[in-house]
């Protein structure tokens, strides 16, 4: 069975760093595409960053691009996203999510795996 797991989710002050971390497991997803979305209360999940299975390339909505690192372990089942410079904007769920194939995507609809997701605030 597949699960994604995130962790490292809490509460912060704008300013801060915060890493989340999603373990994966039930598949090898060395091979996969992953990536972090978000979803904010009266929003639709929105992309944040992606990586291909080889950690490379990344890609980071505008919004976070310059403050937010996406990378993975060697055996890349273990996603991490380095958050810097927290905005309250920033507030939201975060998801981790997985594809089947390498390819990198930005839209939710072509990720396969979901994680259950995470609650990162930031305060002002």
């Known amino acids: 069975q597949v699960q994604l797991v995130e962790s490292g989710g809490k509460l912060v002050q704008a300013g801060d760093s915060l890493r989340l971390s999603c373990i994966a497991s039930?598949?090898?997803?060395?091979?996969?595409?992953m990536g972090w979305f978000r979803q904010a209360p009266g929003n639709q999940r929105t992309f944040v960053a992606a990586?291909?299975?080889?950690?490379?390339?990344?890609f980071y909505a505008d919004s976070v691009k310059g403050r937010f690192t996406i990378s993975r372990d060697n055996a890349g089942n273990t996603l991490y996203l380095q958050m810097n410079s927290l905005k309250p904007e920033d507030t939201a769920v975060y998801y981790c999510a997985a594809r089947k194939i390498p390819n990198v995507l930005i839209t939710a609809r072509d990720y396969d795996y979901w994680g259950q997701g995470i609650q990162v605030t930031v305060s002002s």
């Open positions: 039930g598949r090898n997803f060395s091979r996969a595409a």
């Open positions: 990586t291909a299975w080889d950690s490379g390339p990344t």
